[in-house]
């Protein structure tokens, strides 16, 4: 009932979101639907997903697949982000190999965005592309990472320096799922959702004010919110497929983020992805009112907003201590979006007017960020 | 004076293909060109090379660049099919990155086909895609694997199963540098060649026939072979980028190749790759006649020319035993280019008039082999 569909229109693909509730009970028709349309034989799936989806969820998808006669070969890699890597990318594939797997056969993506960001590589690469679908367990993984076409793993000089841009056969995005979800991830997929209305869309951000709360429960609240969340960024993907342009303003928080990852060590117990990203925000907005771009009023209202969902907004919001600002600065240097003396940032004009500043003087920041270190001493 | 250019033209990307003498004289312009036409900033490249090729022709190369102030990272990795694996594309893919090399830098692929599908896979998946430019070392490189933009790696279920579709900015063919390759691997390229006449263009074959000899010195007629050569692939490739109609027909003499190149455990002394191919097609056309789509004299035409080139045209010049019939079919059907029951086989009407069969019985198949067999028992 609840059922609805976003689609991808690229270039040479096209590909649907399917979004609502109690969808695994329907997988193997979406799975058979979106694959037949290349290919009429006999349905044959790597199901790949993690330690923590599959002790939820694997048995109730994969008895759903086995009632429709698709034949799976389940793959459980370790969950966390310690699985995009060479290891256990070598292992994923030799798996879909050895159960002799082919390019019309097809890899599924059953978990967050580790495990989207793995198997859409896997597939990228074996026999040079096998199809490919995701099923997204995460609200982070259903509203951003399973849409657009990036996959990747990590190596010891950054994360996802290794990757291909390949498209999905089709997006599979169980609402229910999300219900056993940690609170606190659930929270960090919030706040990209935010960014969403950040970039461009005001009213979407108000909307969010108004229904944020609802959406945290499994409603009909929650599916619109992911419906248009998938809009957002099908549409921006649509316009800037390898991120060439405009694709960079989803980069909105994420350099004063990434950098707070690695000033944390990428340690989840101080900080994980979608908490980085809201104080970035909060500081790309600050940032932005320093600038004299923006009103501080902004800053307030949509920190204000963070606050009543849980959403830490500010450095002192992370437990432990961050290094100085020299150290900071370096960290930003080194982020692969910005290049030599210019640094890129996405800066903000007001609510939901955000664009790409290619020429931003490092000073401007080294200031911006002794001043924010200050506060916190 | 004699450079070349053949033009590869696919729906979203357009390269060139530079074919001559002492092209590695003018390798800095010819980069910076084809960068320039994406990236005005200052060039630095990844120059992945192997043993035997650094030992001949890395100083030259490196003098040239340095010379022009492009700035080069030699990566050197060990000559031979077993570099095409994945601890040895993770160990080029940590050098790039060492190196800080970025999307807009460049890796060269200075080799065979080991070295381009290697280099070009490694440049493929870092970033989600550097620039990537072929500087061919063998004539089998310059005039099949650098054309076409497939790249990979082996697996231990088989041979580039793991890999992408991957174009390059330019590939530079300097065809002195094939006068320092082994006779045997000049004869091996050479039956590609000739299978470019075979599967369509019986002037090409006949244009063989006559001036085969002069191909092997260096002069006008080696660069119009390599010319005509790139000519044939690209457009076969510009009409099926990505294999999944017409481009199958470059799999002339491959099955039966594939069959005895593993029949023979990759063992070079025994068997090349080239030589493989060139009994394959000699296979296909006996095969092809045994189905009386063909006249026998056809076969022994093609034969007469391989053995005046100094190919192996039957199994018996193969040193060492074969297994039997049962195994060699087994090879067959393991193959990834056939599927289930209905065998694929690339089989031919007449001189240049190959065409893809796809429901090629097993039976007849197994008696042709069996027959092939006795005559050598």
Known sequence: MQTKTVTVKLDKHCYDIIIGPNLIAQAASQ?????????????????????????????????????????????????????????????VIDQILAARLERGDCVIAFGGGVIGDLAGFAASIIRRGM?????????LAQI?????GKTGINSQYGKNLIGTFYQPQCVIADTCLLDTLPPREFR?????????????????????????????????????????????????VARDEQETGERALLNLGHTFGHMLETATAYDSKRLIHGEAVAIGMILAHQFSAQLNLISPTLTQRIGAHFKSIGLPTQLKDIPG??????????????????????????LTRGLGQSFIAKNVSPEAVLTFLEQKLAEIR
């Open 31 to 91: 799975i058979k639907h979106a694959l037949n349309k290349k290919d009429p034989h006999p349905t044959r799936l790597a199901l790949v997903t993690d330690t923590n989806v599959a002790s939820l969820h694997l048995e109730i998808l994969q008895a759903e697949l086995i009632k429709n006669k698709i034949h799976t070969v389940p793959i459980i890699v370790e969950a966390g982000e310690q699985s995009k890597s060479f290891s256990t990318l070598q292992v």
């Open 131 to 139: 199809n490919f679908i995701q099923m997204p367990t995460t609200l």
């Open 144 to 148: 951003d990472s399973s849409v657009g």
């Open 188 to 236: 960090a997929g919030y706040a990209e959702m935010v960014k969403y209305g950040l970039i461009n869309q005001p009213d979407f951000f108000e909307w969010l004010e108004k229904n944020g709360q609802e959406v945290f429960s499994n409603g009909p609240m929650r599916t619109e919110a992911i419906v248009r969340s998938c809009q957002f960024k099908a549409a921006i």
């Open 321 to 346: 201590n961050l290094p100085d600002t020299e150290t900071l600065m370096t960290l930003i240097a080194q982020d692969k979006k910005v290049s030599k003396n210019n640094l890129t940032f996405i």
